[in-house]
């Protein structure tokens, strides 16, 4: 059993991580169910079956101090440094072809968000960053970046050199 996947996915899951297969070419991961957890069998099964396939993360694993992982998803370049700012410079950022995954915990029942700003004089609005928070997915490296045909980067520590306690906190306001 060699590739990524088979690789990195049992360093991650002992991690406490749900890992997920990303189907070559893709930022999808195609099994069934993927959205729920896994037991250890179909993980291994999955292993098995998708060994050669990229690496990616189910949003929403618990923490021990009852926080989640969660992924503030920045689409364009123009606001990284602002979330980087907003999120208090924080540690564990993934680089693809434009904008960052900022890497962080959730705090209560926060879900997913689409921040979008309207262009000047009106119009159609674009969504230029999104909370990934509970049953979604972020492509992690070395996975191949579709697009790029380079695997995705790390700027600083991956999510396996820190402690989770290093990510930044989103919480639930109400």
Not at 55 to 72: C, E, K, N, Q, V
Not at 97 to 121: D, H, T
Request: charged content about 20%; proline content about 7%; overall charge positive.
């Amino acid at each position: 059993m060699t590739g990524l996947y088979a690789h990195w996915g049992p360093l991650y899951r002992k991690a406490g991580f749900e890992p997920r297969p990303i189907t070559p070419g893709t930022k999808a991961c195609h099994l069934n169910g993927w959205q729920a957890p896994m037991s250890d069998n179909d993980f291994h099964a999955s292993l098995t079956k998708c060994g050669n396939h990229g690496i990616g993360l189910l949003m929403g694993s618990r923490f021990p101090d009852g926080t989640t992982l969660a992924a503030l998803d920045v689409d364009d370049d123009a606001f990284v440094d602002v979330a980087k700012v907003l999120m208090g410079n924080p540690r564990c950022i993934r680089r693809g072809k434009r904008g960052v995954i900022i890497f962080c915990r959730v705090q209560g029942e926060v879900g997913n968000l689409e921040f979008r700003l309207a262009r000047l004089g009106g119009g159609k609005t674009a969504k230029h960053c999104e909370l990934l928070a509970s049953k979604k997915l972020a492509v992690i490296p070395p996975t191949i970046h579709p697009d790029l045909g380079s695997p995705y980067q790390w700027q600083g520590p991956s999510l396996l050199e820190i402690h989770f306690e290093d990510l930044p906190i989103i919480k639930d306001q109400s």
